[in-house]
């Protein structure tokens, strides 16, 4: 523990360096991810090619993918925006799934009765499919933060600032203390950003809450059953 105390600066610092690597990454794979998705929930051939394209980037090691950037953009190898270019490929190989299943679990007699009652396309969005997609959505945006968390580490592989360089520093050193403290960093901010997405979901979504709560209520509530015969 004296090591951590010592060397909170640091832990601090890698913090931020880990947390501005994956923000960007979480909000712009979201914000492709949702039209993506929408088409693939209106197109059969769409959602095969994307959801297989998607499995296909996901299967990039991290490492290559990081080292990848650089060379086809043209950018500085130490640049940390490969990284969170790198991460934004992954998030949204994750998000297009979750926001296809989203748009597709709108049911179409909701959307029919929306244009019955004159609703035009964007309208119809704005309106109805996204905010009764909203609930998908959001799971599938924490399961992107948790695993962007996660595959930020890679970057102290290329030299770039992250919670990943108490890894590689303590194995090189042997010093589990270092290692220990990078683990619970990442396990931290991770639920730190689990439980930020779930409180904007709530404040962003309301009347999911009242569903739930509604739900709730109507499960626990029960009618008696008359006894019959006796003893």
Do not use: K
Request: positive net charge; hydrophobic residues 55%; glycine residues 10%.
């Amino acid at each position: 523990m004296s090591w951590v105390w010592s060397h909170l600066d640091l832990i601090w610092s890698s913090t931020l360096a880990h947390v501005a690597l994956c923000v960007p990454a979480i909000v712009l794979g979201f914000a492709v991810s949702v039209p993506l998705g929408y088409w693939a929930s209106r197109s059969a051939g769409a959602r095969g090619v994307l959801l297989t394209l998607g499995n296909i980037l996901y299967t990039i090691p991290g490492i290559a993918l990081v080292v990848l950037v650089p060379v086809v953009l043209g950018l500085p190898i130490l640049n940390p925006v490969n990284v969170t270019i790198a991460l934004l490929v992954y998030a949204v190989a994750i998000m297009v799934r979750s926001a296809a299943d989203a748009f597709a679990s709108v049911s179409a007699d909701v959307r029919g009765s929306a244009r019955a009652q004159g609703f035009s396309g964007p309208q119809l969005f704005w309106r109805v499919e996204l905010p009764l997609a909203g609930p998908v959505l959001l799971a599938g945006v924490r399961v992107v933060s948790v695993s962007t968390i996660s595959l930020a580490t890679v970057a102290a592989l290329v030299g770039i600032p992250s919670l990943g360089g108490f890894f590689t520093d303590g194995f090189q050193r042997s010093f589990l203390t270092e290692i220990i403290t990078g683990l619970v960093a990442v396990l931290l901010l991770a639920a730190v950003f689990d439980v930020a997405i779930g409180l904007i979901g709530r404040a962003l979504m309301p009347w999911n809450r009242r569903q739930r709560l509604s739900s709730a209520a109507a499960a626990s509530f029960t009618i008696p059953v008359p006894q019959t015969g006796g003893r």
